[in-house]
T-cell receptor, first 111, second 115 residues
Framework: KQEVTQIPAALSVPEGENLVLNCSFT??????LQWFRQDPGKGLTSLLL?????REQTSGRLNASLDKSSGRSTLYIAASQPGDSATYLC??????????FGTGTSLTVIP | DAGITQSPRHKVTETGTPVTLRCHQT?????MYWYRQDPGHGLRLIHY???????DKGEVSDGYSVSRSKTEDFLLTLESATSSQTSVYFC??????????????FGNGTRLTVT
């Protein structure tokens, strides 16, 4: 069974800092990997989706990379802002067509 | 934001009672999913649907049933609620079959408490 791990579980940084969130998975036979943001009491908002054939995707200040062979993805956030404070989750889509989620990294950006 | 509405947003019910949660989408997406989110477990798939009247079980389907009589509606039923089913339930949709560059989009969730 696919296992998805996100470390650290919580991260606190000062405003303006660049930061990297990590996602690792045990089975490299994936179709794609998706990063989400979740605000308290809300659903998940899709940030970026990387297909298995891609190495990275960018959207604004966000850049996600994928190294399928090593089972790793990173989400890079440039020039962090207090509004970036949220929980960030990654999910991988297995060849069995099921999504597997990590438990998330809770990010706090301090003004 | 994808047009996904979950109802109710909050519900408190007693052990042994039936409960139905509703997911309504306005995107005309083919695939719909029910997940539950619990601390320390991440999101886990309960059931999913790949078309009207076409459904399949997910990782944690015991104690749950689903129905999809229209493209836009996907219902999750707890036949006899138990305290272990206290959770936050999320509905999600994808336009196409997973794997075709088709991202998951989520509703805002239903917080269910079983007393």
């Amino acid at each position: 069974k696919q296992e998805v791990t996100q470390i650290p579980a919580a991260l606190s940084v000062p405003e303006g800092e660049n930061l990297v969130l990590n996602c690792s998975f045990t089975d490299s036979a994936i179709y794609n990997l998706q990063w989400f943001r979740q605000d308290p009491g809300k659903g998940l908002t899709s940030l970026l989706l990387i297909q298995s054939s891609q190495r990275e995707q960018t959207s604004g200040r966000l850049n996600a990379s994928l190294d399928k062979s090593s089972g790793r993805s990173t989400l890079y956030i440039a020039a962090s802002q207090p509004g970036d404070s949220a929980t960030y989750l990654c999910a991988v889509l297995n060849t069995g067509n099921q999504f597997y989620f990590g438990t998330g990294t809770s990010l706090t950006v301090i003004p | 934001d994808a047009g996904i509405t979950q109802s109710p947003r909050h519900k408190v019910t007693e052990t042994g009672t039936p409960v139905t949660l509703r997911c309504h989408q306005t995107e005309n997406h083919r695939y719909m999913y029910w997940y539950r989110q619990d601390p320390g477990h991440g999101l886990r798939l309960i059931h999913y649907s790949y078309g009207v009247k076409d459904t399949d079980k997910g990782e944690v389907s015991d104690g749950y049933s689903v129905s999809r009589s229209k493209t836009e509606d996907f219902l999750l039923t707890l036949e006899s609620a138990t305290s272990s089913q206290t959770s936050v339930y999320f509905c999600a949709i994808t336009k196409d079959r997973p794997g075709y560059n088709s991202p998951l989009h989520f509703g805002n969730g239903t917080r269910l408490t079983v007393t």
